[in-house]
């Protein structure tokens, strides 16, 4: 049977190479305009070297997104039906494109539309016409970024996976810790219930440095908060 050290640490390793799997793939980015000639320019930037869709409606956009999950979506504003302002915010409001990087591509260039598509939660904004070169270095930048991310996370979960599972075995020592002080009158084995307390002290010091680790985990992952588990013996 595996012990519980070995299957944290195969858990712990799955995790690491389910991750490694995915920053391996190609980059797969979504782009959303309603003009055929824009869209084929994407194509011919971007097709050969990322996993690329296109759409021509926000709508459409939407959809595909769910099930294509790409890691950059590039989006015109001024389509027909929904804009591009009004996706970006469907995307952000859901929690599966919180991490993905949304950047605005249009001719309107103009301060009150950046700071339109920043407020619905655009990563950054592309004028047409653009150069490709800069383009490509750009999509790049955010690629990297979202990668990152990702790995900040993987590594963030492993944390608490790893400390919550401390917690149960801590419990375990601290109640059999307890019951033996119960089982051993303090008057005839003073030296005992000593060591008792000294190892309660122990544990306590272990029981704050997963606190420690697991808080400061979450505020660098950006958790809003993490709250710590209390668990019972028997």
């Known amino acids: 049977m ?9 858990r712990a390793e799955a995790m690491y190479m389910k991750w490694g799997r995915t920053m391996q793939r ?10 055929p000639n824009n869209i084929a320019i994407l194509e011919e930037l971007l097709a050969e070297d990322y996993d690329l869709e296109t759409t021509t409606s926000g709508e459409q956009a939407l959809e595909v997104a769910q099930t294509f999950r790409p890691d950059v979506i590039l989006l015109d504003i001024m389509m027909p039906g929904m804009d591009g302002y009004q996706v970006c915010q469907r995307l952000r409001e859901q929690g599966a494109f919180k991490y993905t990087k949304i950047i605005m591509v249009s001719a309107r260039a103009m301060v009150p539309e950046r700071l339109e598509g920043y407020k619905a939660g655009a990563d950054d904004y592309i004028t047409k016409p ?8 750009k ?7 979202k990668r990152a991310e990702e ?6 979960a492993m944390t608490v996976k790893a ?15 307890s ?14 219930h000593r060591q008792l307390d000294e190892a309660n002290d122990c544990l306590d010091q272990i029981d704050t ?4 680790l697991l808080e400061a985990s979450g505020h660098y992952a950006g958790e809003a908060e993490l709250q710590p588990t209390t668990f019972e013996t028997q």
Do not use: C
């Open 139 to 145: 999509i790049q930048t955010y690629l990297r970024l």
């Open 163 to 177: 400390m919550d599972d401390l917690r149960a075995p801590l419990a375990m020592v601290r109640s059999a810790v």
């Open 179 to 192: 019951d033996i002080g119960a089982d051993s009158p303090a008057k005839t084995d003073a030296r005992l």
């Open 2 to 10: 595996m012990s519980r050290g070995a299957a944290v640490g195969y």
């Open 26 to 35: 190609q980059g797969k980015i979504l782009a959303v305009d309603d003009d």
């Open 209 to 212: 440095i997963i606190n420690n």
């Open 130 to 137: 653009f150069d490709g070169d800069e383009f490509l270095a």
């Open 151 to 156: 790995a900040d996370r993987v590594r963030h």
